[in-house]
């Protein structure tokens, strides 16, 4: 069973558009909301992340908005660029477990045409 | 700079044989986790390990997969025997889990064709 459900598999978006990838959990013990990068040929790593006691955190041109209630966050990137066309994977993890597992989304490709 | 490290990047085999995948972590960390990643699948967890004892490794096909640590600086995925649907990319990752840490550090991968 999918812990994490993460939409849409692919995206395509023009340089300089919003690319927006949409994610949703169903275990209320999930408290940590990391978002991973990953670049063809190489391993996933660590972008952004969020904790349930705020709703936004920006990072550049990244943001990620959390809707505590409807147990669902989102990654937004602003103004696109070609650099970013990678696949985005969205986890989420319970702090007060001693698994210290990530639930990962199955992953988003985005392209970013020039 | 410390980074996670596989071996070996490619590997092509035929259906049968025996696959061993090798991965050293990050030093001083406490958890070491495998990964497959397939385009159907996106990341499958198959095992993971806390200070070299296996946590948990309910995610492996358990009659042909075994992981094992054989010390705090090598951690091993072994196939055998390998099958076409073994093929994919494998990654192992590293982190230090304690006090709510949870970052994990991925290497390259393992890409894996089983023909």
């Known amino acids: 069973q999918q812990q994490v459900k993460q939409s849409p598999q692919s995206l395509i978006v023009q340089k300089g558009g919003i690319s927006i990838i949409n994610c949703a959990y169903e275990?209320?013990?999930?408290?940590?909301f990391p978002w991973y990068q990953q670049f063809p040929g190489k391993g996933p790593a660590l972008l952004i992340a969020i904790r349930p006691d705020v709703s936004e955190k920006k990072e550049g041109r990244f943001t990620i908005s959390f809707n505590k209630s409807a147990k669902q966050f989102s990654l937004h990137i602003m103004d696109s660029q070609p650099g970013d066309s990678a696949t985005y994977f969205c986890?989420?993890?319970?702090?007060?477990?001693?698994?210290?597992?990530?639930?990962f989304g199955r992953g988003t490709q985005l392209t970013v045409w020039p | 700079d410390a980074r996670v490290t596989q071996t070996p990047r490619d590997k092509v085999t035929e259906m049968g044989q025996e696959v061993t995948m090798r991965c050293q972590p990050i030093?001083?960390?406490?958890?070491v986790f495998w990964y497959r990643q397939t385009m159907m699948q996106g990341l499958e967890l198959l095992a993971y390990?806390?200070?070299?004892?296996?946590?948990?490794d309910s995610g492996m096909p358990k009659d042909r997969f075994s992981a094992e640590m054989p010390d705090a600086t090598l951690a091993t995925l072994k196939i055998q025997p390998s099958e076409p649907r073994d093929s994919a990319v494998y990654f192992c990752a590293s982190g230090l889990v304690a006090g709510g840490g949870n970052e994990q550090f991925f290497g390259p991968g393992t890409r894996l064709t089983v023909l």
């Open positions: 275990n209320t013990a999930f408290d940590y």
């Open positions: 030093l001083g960390h406490n958890t």
């Open positions: 986890a989420a993890y319970d702090r007060g477990s001693t698994l210290g597992r990530l639930y």
């Open positions: 390990f806390r200070n070299r004892a296996p946590l948990d």
